[in-house]
Nanobody
Framework: QVQLVESGGGLVQVGDSLRLSCAAS????????MGWFRQAPGKEREFVAA????????NYADSVKGRFTISRDNAKNTVNLQMNDLKPEDTAVYYC?????????????????WGQGTQVTVSS
């Protein structure tokens, strides 16, 4: 079992930056691909970014490419999402997820463990 806890969400203005963090505990972080997903009110959960266990593969949704950066620190069992140039359409609850296997999957069904989510609100 892997427990995931997100932090770093909040209310920001258009163009601001936020850094989300996800701390993993429980079973070893080793070998897990990690991802970030988000869900806006009235919409389905969507992929944001993912990173392989080694960090060598990173995938991003087209809507966040060039603005968001995913990273991980395996020694600290953490994965981060740096979000720059935030837009109102980035407003959502952001979820951290862990997938057995080391790939950076873009599909939610590949993930085995999920955090509770952290709210990001971008005000115009």
């Amino acid at each position: 079992q892997v427990q995931l806890v997100e932090s770093g969400g909040g209310l920001v203005q258009v163009g601001d930056s936020l850094r989300l963090s996800c701390a993993a505990s429980g079973r070893t972080f080793s070998g897990y691909g990690m991802g970030w997903f988000r869900q806006a009110p009235g919409k389905e959960r969507e992929f944001v970014a993912a990173i392989s266990y080694s960090g060598g593969t990173r995938n991003y949704a087209d809507s966040v490419k060039g603005r968001f950066t995913i990273s991980r620190d395996n020694a600290k069992n953490t994965v981060n999402l740096q979000m720059n140039d935030l837009k109102p359409e980035d407003t959502a609850v952001y979820y951290c997820a862990a997938a057995r296997g080391s790939s950076a999957s873009t599909t939610s069904y590949a993930y085995d463990y999920w955090g509770q989510g952290t709210q990001v609100t971008v005000s115009s």
